[in-house]
């Protein structure tokens, strides 16, 4: 076969194949003698550069790659692209840490999404809320894994086992308020996906410390212990000035917590919810946080609406193929205790100043008067 191949090469073809084969030595002159060679040859280089395109640095792990198709991606700090990067890269990182569950496909992922507070600003309503959509599966108790030491210490795969099931595709949320005004938790949560999207809710910082001293006092009355009025906790009695030591005004001081995640955190990849309009326009609020985390747009007035009686909006909770109605617990919504007209004012005032650091910080102001 190769002798009769070889009697078809023209003369002027040999000569030129008799240098190549002094120059490169016999193998590679052999090779390219024939016809039947060459096209060998071509397609040992076309493989060739194959294998080399497949093992270049891409700045990412080849494998695994999503079952949808989702690799990853660098994360860039600008804009949407930013926030399209970091969820497919939470995808992935979620896929590669997966402990896969014994039903199929199921599987527990550590949170891409996290409510990091504040406290008594509507976080419950939030996560429940999230919880209906049929993209987002979340942890229904606060873990508070970041901010408790002996949490912590357990380590991660301890955090991952306290996430809910989830499908590719889905999102995992976690809430735990307290994460907000913990020291370590911002570089905690950074350690463990930079890129994880964080929310927020604030709500009118008076109300929010009155909510909390509301709770606070529930808390104290069930236990039978006395209680010292809003007032005299949050000011101090000799000079009636405000005492900013009081744990319900520190944690409403947002731009002092926020401050920390800031200095981790990208603004593009932390959501402001607005939780006095959760409370009163709920549908909007969830709306903007679909788009934030890329979801598809499912809250409507059937699944979200007015529930007269609870004096709240409450939710249409799908279960076993039908709807549910389901209401926050008793303890959201308490009535608040009479608070002076003139401790609130003095507040305000107080707050005042604190607001406008926070709005600078975040581009954006609420109706805090
Ligand atoms: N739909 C609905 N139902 C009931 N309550 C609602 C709802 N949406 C927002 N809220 C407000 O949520 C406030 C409690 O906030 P949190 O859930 O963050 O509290 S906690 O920190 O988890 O204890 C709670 O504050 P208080 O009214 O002061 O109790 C509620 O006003």
Redesign the pocket.
Known sequence: MESHMQAKVSPRRESSNRRLHRLWGPCVGHVITTRFSSVIAIIGACTFCLVLFNLRDTGVPSAPVHPEGIDGFRYVESGRRALQQVRAVNTYRNDTVAVLSTTNKMRRTLPNVIIIG?????????LEYLGIHPQVVSASR?IHFFSDEENYARGMRWYQAQMPLSAPGQLTLE?T?NYLISNVTPERVHRMNSSVLLLL?L?HPV?RA??DY??ILANRNGRGQASKDFATLALHGRTGEVNQAYKPVYISTYHLHLARWLKLFPLAQIHIID?DR??TE?LEELRAVETFLGLEHFFTSDTVYFNAT?G???MRRPVNGSFVDS??GA????S?PHVEQAVRTKLSQYFYKHNQILFNMIGRSFDWT
Do not use: D, V
Request: charged share 25%.
């Open positions: 504040a406290r008594k600003a509507g976080t419950r309503a939030l606060e809430k308020p809710t709500r109300t009155i909510s509301t709770q939780g959760l409370i709920p609870r709240f909006h409450c209401c926050l303890s959201k919504g308490r608040h």
